[in-house]
């Protein structure tokens, strides 16, 4: 499959914005694994899948995991670091339960993620 370069770019920039490496569109994997950094609840609202699940074996197809990236699946697990839009909701949501001032997080996404990672933002 053939992409223009202006699809290229937007593909690149997105997966960029998520915590991708700038380069993952030129030299992304044959297979991969995910994490959820979302739960996955059944039509019934029922959690069928927990926060931090692996999903191991998926293409590495820089538009499947854009994709995925939009449904809260990332190749990083997820962490108390993790500036993803699911974990940043999730540590707020525990800091107003537990009546605690809600911290923000300096640096983004810091540690060791895997190779895809981009720990320079």
């Not at 039509?43 to 854009?66: F, K």
């Not at 605690?100 to 933002?121: T, Y």
């Amino acid at each position: 499959m053939s992409i223009s370069t202006k699809e290229r770019t937007e593909l690149r920039s997105e997966l960029n914005n998520v915590g991708y490496k700038w380069d993952y569109v030129d030299s992304w994997p044959a297979k991969t694994t995910l994490y959820r950094h979302r739960a996955q609840k059944n039509p019934q609202g029922e959690i069928v899948s927990d926060v931090g699940t692996s999903v191991s074996g998926v293409p590495g197809a820089p538009s499947y995991v854009r994709n995925k990236s939009r449904q809260g699946l990332l190749a990083w697990p997820p962490s108390e670091t993790c500036e993803c839009p699911w974990c940043t909701k999730a540590r707020q949501e525990k800091n107003i339960d537990n009546s605690e001032e809600i911290k923000s997080v300096s640096g983004r996404r810091k540690g060791s993620m895997g190779p895809h990672f981009n720990a320079d933002s």
